[in-house]
């Protein structure tokens, strides 16, 4: 599991010795090369008033780059201002033929977030990404890569018990993946933590209900609202390490579990993970997805840095291969820039998402060379080891690097 505290803030990478042993794993089978593709919105739906579930349709001939796994996440992209903007957003939904939903929660002064809230309507064409992520059951971990291969294992398994915490927005890969287990196995259970300020802030509160009336001795929702009374105090109040632990043993049967999703901010969902591991829950069985990497200093999207090209200025040689094509681009030394911000000046299809390190979309593999990776909070200790990289991350050290997008 990637870890997210400053020990992994930064990495020194080289390209990898590959070995016979390397194996492909849930991290893998939920990657897959991302590309963009125009979608028509089909629906727009009001979740609260700061939240809108948003359908596109899939065409036919576009089915296979969008089918999904149940909490995987979709990027789009849009030119906002004269700005080319590009978000990740959870899938919501169970898959369905012909249609994929996301959630978008708009974040104070989020560009994109904004504009879907305000502008987005029915007719709409976006730029939308093949799917992509890979918080998803481990039960996809066997090279399950087809929602209904993921179905069918599911249905196999015996008796499977889930967790999930999840805050504020972070219930919108949860829900999808709590739909889809309990759909699949009669012998499947869900508990969900929700965390949110207060009632209005709920998102999908009916269909909670609704999968609560369908489900209701195998699913269980606990509310939690940070600044809103519940009858039980257990219920209201900020999260800290002591309410948790009160709810680790008063409300679920933590002891008992096959696998745990955490979904939200980074302090939550890195309190979850600690108090876990102190409760000896191996790390195989927590999968998390962060909103921010909650380092405020890190500007988000730092892509398409203007750099200072002089001829006689020291530089990198930095080469990748995207589509089947080969780029290279030379990357002044004093700049320090990423591969991704560098690819981006010969490449504007180069893909990326985030560019803070949590989405995994610009996702490559060192070939040669050395980097500095400042940040990862994407990656899985199987594919750093296989010698994977995030671009948007990745600093080079040595005169020249060759990165592949395909691999
Ligand atoms: S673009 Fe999201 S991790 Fe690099």
Known sequence: MTDLLPVAASVETAAPVETAASVETAAAAGRRRASFNPLVVADVRRLTADAIEVTFEVPEDLAAQYDYIPGQYVALRATIDGQDVRRSYSICAEPQ??????????????????????????????????????????HAMTGLNHPDELQAELARTAATSFVAFAAGSGITPVIAIAKTALAASPSTRFDLVYVNKAAMDVMFLEELADLKDRYPARLAVHHVLTREQRISPLMTGRIDAEKLAAIFSTVLQADDVDEWFLCGPFELVQLCRDTLTARGVPDDKVRYELFTTGDPKKPEGNIGRPVLLDESAKSVEITFRLDGRQGTVASPVHAQESILNAALRVRPDVPFACAGGVCGTCRAKLISGTVQMSENYALEPDEIARGFVLTCQSHPTSDTVNVDYDA
Do not use: C, H, W
């Open 97 to 138: 033929p012909g249609e994929i939903r996301i959630a978008i929660k708009r974040d104070l002064g989020g560009i994109f977030s904004t504009y879907a809230n305000e502008s987005l309507r029915r007719g709409d064409v976006v730029q939308v990404m093949s799917p992509q992520g890979a918080f998803i059951s481990r």
